[in-house]
């Protein structure tokens, strides 16, 4: 990954807007992400996406963060956090099978 963003941000607020959003994309949930243009991406979170230092066009160094989301669309999606606006959480299409085991009791297996 380059070391470059469109966008760096050093203020505290900004930072901990970052690190929040990317509490709201764990690796495998299925998302539908807003940006701050309106449009909107859905699919699966592939990658946990960490806050991390960059530089800008004009060579300043700040913190950013992207996450990649595999589109239900089809492909890849690549996004910087501090575009997101919103993060909605959908449930997983393929909900985990019923545990067969009996003793002792699976702690994972979804209530019957």
Known sequence: M????PRVHVD???IARLEDVALQLPQDSRVEVRLDDGTT???IVTMTPTV????DADGVEGLNA???IERES???GYL???????VQRLPNPTPPEPSSRVHPR??????I
């Open 2 to 5: 380059s070391r470059e963003a």
């Open 12 to 14: 505290p607020a900004a």
């Open 41 to 43: 991406m859905r699919g």
């Open 52 to 55: 991390q230092a960059f530089y």
């Open 66 to 68: 992207v996450a990649r």
């Open 74 to 76: 089809g492909g890849n």
């Open 80 to 86: 910087w956090l501090d575009r997101v606006s919103a």
């Open 106 to 111: 699976d702690p994972n297996a979804p209530a």
